[in-house]
């Protein structure tokens, strides 16, 4: 028997939490590299907090989403050890992409490199935190849907990168982020939409509900704290304190014979009288244009 799927038992409550932990993963990672393209001696650990917020903000989205999946009339479980393997596929997947557009560039051949095996580790996240659900029947997928959400993970994730090496701005990364957190969970919910359930028994609806909300809410505490320390370390980060912007123009250079870099030139290689020194003195003439050493008499 088909089972009746629900992707949203507890309304817009799941989808816009979901969207919005997208979102805020990605801002971080997006934050978090920029720094590290403004910080070579510590780039490394500038992008491995991008990639970790990123991929926590991946893993939580999806598990967010995943507290409204029902399956009317069965009970649904998770596999621990499988759930925490999703985890660290997100983020050492989102670890390789960022690592290498962060030290070689974000050329085109780059980043479709990076954005397929991000892209293709995002889709194999999703499909094994989905095959660690128990339920009393048989989940199956239709595959041209499949190969849509795949499709959507690499697009996604190459968008993603290019805009981790291509925007600086903060309110231009925040624009970004909300591009982003919309093509992670869109692909979230196209997986979902190739979902069906072939029952081989029946068990207590409720029980599934609590059963499951109990769990993932205790898998979402440690990426959420995660994400809630990166934010810390990137809102209390000197440049965001002082409200430096992400761009920044080299000391013009002083140009040839306009003097010392200590006082304004006179055009000419002379330094310019400075306050608190004697002004410098020239000979003074009469307007008749005589020398002062010469005599008149009165």
Not at 23 to 32: D, F, K, N
Not at 234 to 263: E, K, N, Q, R, Y
Request: net charge neutral; with cysteine; hydrophobic share 50%.
């Amino acid at each position: 028997m088909t089972a009746t799927i629900s992707n949203f038992h507890y309304g817009a409550v799941t989808p816009i939490s979901a969207y919005l932990l997208a979102c805020l993963g990605a801002a971080l990672g997006l934050r978090c590299t920029t720094r590290s393209l403004r910080r070579p001696h510590g780039r490394a650990r500038w992008l491995a907090l991008g990639a970790v917020s990123i991929g926590c903000g991946i893993w939580t989205m999806h598990f967010i989403a995943m507290i409204g999946f029902s399956i009317q009339g069965a009970l649904v479980s998770y596999d621990t050890p499988r759930t925490l393997l999703s985890l660290a596929v997100a983020i050492a997947v989102v670890a390789i992409g960022v690592f290498l557009v962060g030290y070689r560039g974000g050329s085109p051949a780059n980043l479709a490199v990076a954005g397929t095996i991000t892209g293709l580790g995002v889709a194999a996240m999703h499909y094994l935190g989905m095959s660690a659900i128990h339920t009393a029947g048989a989940l199956h997928y239709d595959t041209p849907t499949v190969a849509l959400s795949v499709v959507i993970a690499v697009v996604a994730a190459t968008a993603a990168l290019w805009a981790a090496v291509s925007i600086h701005g903060l309110w231009a990364s925040l624009g970004a982020s909300l591009v982003m957190g919309v093509a992670v969970t869109g692909m979230h919910y196209t997986g979902m939409a190739a979902v069906s359930v072939h029952l081989t028994g029946q068990t207590s609806a409720a029980a599934a509900h609590t059963s499951l909300m109990s769990f993932l809410l205790l898998m979402l505490a440690g990426p959420l704290a995660v994400l809630l320390i990166a934010a810390v370390i990137v809102m209390f980060d000197p440049d965001m304190m002082l409200g430096d912007s992400d761009s920044w123009d080299p000391p013009a250079s002083t140009p040839h014979g306009t003097g010392s870099g200590t006082g304004t030139g006179t055009g000419t290689g002379t330094p310019a009288w400075q306050p608190g020194q004697h002004p410098p003195s020239y000979p003074s003439y009469p307007s008749s244009g005589e020398h002062p050493s010469s005599s008149r008499s009165w």
